[in-house]
């Protein structure tokens, strides 16, 4: 019999937080102009685009896996995505791809270890937390890409 550690947080609360996340930061990637998305660096950090292709290739990849127990190799920007719109689009797909995987866990599952990418072994709810805090990173980064272009980036609270 397994017991359960005590809940804070629903697992509909979890996800809400979430996509709240991924909705603030697709609206960072609408406000980069095109060429800047792929170009624009500033102290040798990564242009936005590639911080994408990070943040692409980790939350529905990893979803599929966790539910599947499948576990897959990291890859990362294997499609050579080469304008902003195929960003948004491939966006979108992902969320989808996670609220339909989210659907399949149950309540258990979140305690579950799993190697994620082959890599990092732990419960599950720590690597879905690790997806949060990599993307509010990573987002961090395009706000302070965006106001060195002079773009007054989205409040971060309004997920």
């Known amino acids: 019999m397994k017991t359960l550690a005590a809940q804070v947080i629903t697992p509909e609360d979890l996800l809400q937080h979430w996509q709240?996340?991924?909705?603030?930061t697709r609206r960072v990637i609408e406000l980069f102009p095109e060429k800047d998305f792929?170009?624009?660096?500033?102290?040798?950090?990564?242009?936005?685009?590639?911080?994408?292709?990070?943040?692409?290739?980790?939350g529905a990849p990893a979803m599929k896996g966790i539910v599947n127990r499948d576990v897959q190799p990291y890859?990362?920007?294997?499609?050579?995505?080469?304008f902003k719109a195929q960003y948004l689009e491939k966006w979108d797909e992902a969320?989808?791809?996670?609220?339909?995987?989210?659907?399949?866990?149950?309540i258990e599952d979140f305690n579950e270890t799993f190697n994620l990418f082959g890599q990092y072994e732990f419960p599950?709810?720590?690597?879905?937390?690790?997806f949060i805090d990599n993307e509010v990173h990573h987002r961090g980064q395009g706000y302070v890409y965006l106001r060195a272009l002079g773009i007054e980036p989205p409040?971060?609270?309004?997920?």
């Not at 969320?95 to 149950?106: R, V």
């Not at 599950?124 to 690790?130: D, E, S, V």
């Not at 409040?155 to 997920?159: G, I």
Request: charged share 25%; glycine share 6%.
């Open 38 to 58: 792929f170009e624009f660096s500033i102290g040798g950090m990564r242009p936005f685009s590639k911080l994408a292709d990070e943040l692409l290739a980790i």
């Open 95 to 106: 969320t989808a791809e996670i609220n339909k995987y989210w659907e399949q866990l149950s």
């Open 124 to 130: 599950i709810i720590q690597n879905i937390l690790y």
């Open 20 to 24: 709240g996340h991924r909705a603030l």
């Open 75 to 82: 890859t990362e920007g294997t499609e050579k995505l080469i």
């Open 155 to 159: 409040f971060f609270w309004e997920r």
